[in-house]
T-cell receptor
Framework: AQSVSQHNHHVILSEAASLELGCNYSYGGTVNLFWYVQYPGQHLQLLLK??????LVKGIKGFEAEFIKSKFSFNLRKPSVQWSDTAEYFCAVKGGGYNKLIFGAGTRLAVHP | NAGVTQTPKFQVLKTGQSMTLQCAQDMNHEYMSWYRQDPGMGLRLIHYSVGAGITDQGEVPNGYNVSRSTTEDFPLRLLSAAPSQTSVYFC?????????????FGSGTRLTVV
């Protein structure tokens, strides 16, 4: 069965700290990979996506993610977080020949000033 | 351009009642889907549609029905509401089934079943 795993459920950082959120998936074959962010009280917004090409993808607000096919991973990174990055982050995967976008359980990030 | 519109925003039901959550998009998107969001479980796919007249089950379809008679609308029906269906429901659409242009989410419906 298709599954998406996010390793960290809660992350607490101070401003200017670096961020890395893990995401692994269980699909074989071609995959399309996404990171979404949900700010408190809001709906999901797309941060970045990977379909093909350069495995290092840059998104909005200084976020980037690296696709490592051999590790079935798509980790999200940001060199220096801000208080405004406090939100819940979701990894999502579509692939394995299925027309389904499957989400991980999410990671709650709290950034303290 | 309204994007993805969900109604209602809030709803309280009694156990056993039925209701329909509405989702409409005005972007001529081919793909539409319904998710439920529960604490610690992320978003789980309920049903999805790759075009008018075509629907399929997601991860947690039991207790829910959908139909797609037009490209614009994708209603979600709860036939007999149960407390386990208390959740926040999101509708999402994408221009293509492939999802290359990403998915647009509605603002959600918060449903409480008592």
């Amino acid at each position: 069965a298709q599954s998406v795993s996010q390793h960290n459920h809660h992350v607490i950082l101070s401003e200017a700290a670096s961020l890395e959120l893990g995401c692994n998936y269980s699909y074989g074959g071609t995959v399309n990979l996404f990171w979404y962010v949900q700010y408190p009280g809001q709906h999901l917004q797309l941060l970045l996506k990977y379909f093909s090409g350069d495995p290092l993808v840059k998104g909005i607000k200084g976020f980037e993610a690296e696709f490592i096919k051999s590790k079935f991973s798509f980790n999200l990174r940001k060199p220096s977080v801000q208080w405004s990055d406090t939100a819940e982050y979701f990894c999502a995967v579509k692939g394995g020949g299925y027309n389904k976008l499957i989400f991980g359980a999410g990671t709650r990030l709290a950034v303290h000033p | 351009n309204a994007g993805v519109t969900q109604t209602p925003k809030f709803q309280v039901l009694k156990t056993g009642q039925s209701m329909t959550l509405q989702c409409a998009q005005d972007m001529n998107h081919e793909y539409m889907s319904w998710y439920r969001q529960d604490p610690g479980m992320g978003l789980r796919l309920i049903h999805y549609s790759v075009g008018a007249g075509i629907t399929d089950q997601g991860e947690v379809p039991n207790g829910y029905n959908v139909s797609r008679s037009t490209t614009e609308d994708f209603p979600l029906r709860l036939l007999s509401a149960a407390p386990s269906q208390t959740s926040v429901y999101f509708c999402a659409s994408s221009p293509t089934t492939e999802g290359a242009l990403g998915y647009t989410f509605g603002s959600g419906t918060r449903l409480t079943v008592v």
